[in-house]
């Protein structure tokens, strides 16, 4: 009775010790796992623009996808698994010593040839499994290139050719994992073979020393569950290392990668409120590059100043470096030379969170956020009620505000045609007031009659702005101050249109030809 009672106590602590031991590990992983995302998370969205131009989009996804997943899954799985069969297999070990104490004197041969048996496998499944990890990385590349693309390969009709290398990549990606399959069952077959060794001295022990029969078959049946034991212990302890390997790598990938709020400048500077009071901008001798080396100057010797109140546009074929000037003066592409100044304050010396919300844009791609109208409208929450319909009703898209002019309901863009996505973001500008106004390609991709009402807008509410117009279609550029014509990011012309037009400029055969193609 005693015994009984003694052992039902003994069966629930070891019960409640195990349990409580999942539920702690579990709860600990949980939030390991989500402080890891979250400083992967902050690291990649702090990186400088060249980052993402120097890093594969799959190497990134990887980390978080693979490495996380790792982490919230296999981690806390291998450490909890690897702890129970430990013991489960000291245990065996222990009760088939009990049995049979001849065989108790293999151990330490048992223990070497197991030693060097886990030395063999774990260096070759560890990388193994990190070639399967980093293998992943192109066809993630390729599967966001796909999306990114997917319209111009419908349109060319290259969806065989990139079915193709789809599944090219697949099974490169597919044969660290074959390799790891093949590399286990050869741990299994050499674990049965040293079972089946083990097996045979204790028979060969049994029937010398004539052992009696029950200890005997004890022994036999933990010998023929300790091979699987040790077979899991050596698999899990792989997929432990490779789980602590992620977050090594998440560490490392933090570590490593520069944040664009990180700055070298020991004298930073503060501004006024009013900041920029006139909207005067000059590039001194500015160079840029989207890589670390400074190689492939995307922006060379720039010496170009902006009046206050000045309209300026800036043209030039594909790739002569028009976005990139605009994205110098965002500071979401630094400069590798020369400087940049603003109101005659150099904005290498301020916070880029203050430049960058002293500057007035409209991108060429239209950007919503998933909440209501005045969230898209007014993302800072600072404008009344009345500016944000009034706004509305100058673009004409009053429409989408709901009769009762509530402007909390929940938006979708996807009704809105491009043309509305423009004047939705011009609406966004002018309830922002600046005395800089940057607009990248903002009409290339509208109709004429949607063109010609945001320029008229443009003129009516920004005319005492500052505006900086990088324009594809050079009619919308023709009736500026002037134009600034770039060429492999270079400033190779700068005057008014009028003068340009008038002598035999590259500015001129760019205009002459735009208008023969339309």
């Not at 010496?303 to 300026?312: M, R, V």
Request: proline share 3%.
């Amino acid at each position: 009775m005693y015994l009984t009672v003694y052992s039902i106590f003994q069966l629930l602590g070891l019960l409640s010790i195990t349990l409580l031991a999942q539920h702690g590990l579990n709860r600990m992983a949980k939030k390991s796992g989500k402080n890891l995302h979250l400083r992967l998370l902050k690291t990649a969205m702090s990186a400088p623009l060249n980052f993402f131009h120097t890093t594969d989009s799959g190497s990134i996804t990887n980390r978080f996808s693979q490495d996380i997943l790792l982490i919230n899954t296999e981690l806390p799985n291998a450490l909890i698994n690897i702890a129970a069969l430990i013991f489960m297999m000291i245990g065996q070990a222990i009760i088939i010593a009990i049995a049979s104490p001849y065989l108790a004197i293999s151990y330490p041969f048992l223990i070497g040839i197991l030693y060097f048996i886990q030395k063999f496998y774990l260096r070759t499944s560890r990388q193994l499994r990190i070639l399967e990890l980093e293998a992943k990385s192109p066809l993630y590349t390729h599967f966001l290139e796909t999306l990114r693309g997917l319209r111009t390969m419908r349109a060319f009709n290259w969806t065989a050719t990139n079915q193709e290398l789809n599944s090219k990549l697949l099974d490169t990606s597919q044969r660290p994992i074959y390799l790891l399959f093949m590399v286990q069952q050869w741990l299994a077959v050499v674990l049965n073979l040293v079972t089946t060794d083990i097996v045979i001295i204790l028979v060969g022990v049994a029937t010398v020393t004539r052992s009696q029969h029950s200890y005997i078959g004890l022994a036999l049946v933990n010998l023929m569950s300790f091979n699987n034991i040790l077979k899991s212990i050596v698999i899990l302890w792989t997929t432990l290392e490779t789980s602590i390997g992620s977050v090594s790598r998440i560490k490392t990938f933090s570590e490593t990668t520069k944040s664009e709020t990180e700055t070298s400048s020991q004298d930073m500077i503060g501004s006024s409120e009013n900041w920029p009071q006139h909207g005067v901008v000059e590039f001194k001798d500015a160079w840029a590059t989207y890589n670390s080396e400074n190689r492939n100057p995307v922006l060379k010797h720039v010496d170009l100043l902006i009046k206050p109140g000045e309209k300026i546009g800036i043209c030039g074929k594909s790739g002569s470096g028009k976005s990139s000037l605009i994205l110098t003066l965002f500071r979401m592409l630094d400069l590798s030379q020369g400087s940049i100044f603003i109101d005659n304050t150099d904005i290498t010396r301020l916070p880029r969170e203050q430049t960058r919300s002293c500057l007035n844009a409209i991108p060429q791609e239209p950007f919503f956020l998933k909440g209501t109208l005045r969230d898209n409208l007014d993302p800072h929450g600072v404008s009344e009620d009345a500016s944000l319909i009034k706004a509305l009703e100058m673009v004409s898209l009053k429409s989408i505000i709901p009769s009762t002019n509530n402007l909390d309901c929940e938006m979708d863009a996807e009704v809105l045609s491009h043309g509305q996505k423009q004047l939705f973001c011009l609406a966004r500008a002018i309830v922002r007031p600046a005395k800089i106004l940057i607009m990248d390609e903002a009409t290339s991709n509208v109709d004429q009659e949607t063109d010609a009402l945001m320029q008229g807008i443009i003129r009516d509410v920004f005319g005492g702005c500052t505006i900086i117009a990088v324009a594809h279609r050079l009619n919308t550029i023709v009736d500026f101050d002037r134009i600034a014509l770039f060429d492999n990011g270079e400033l190779m012309e700068c005057d008014s249109p009028a003068n340009l037009l008038a002598r035999p400029s590259l500015f001129k055969k760019l205009y002459e030809d735009q208008q023969l193609n339309y």
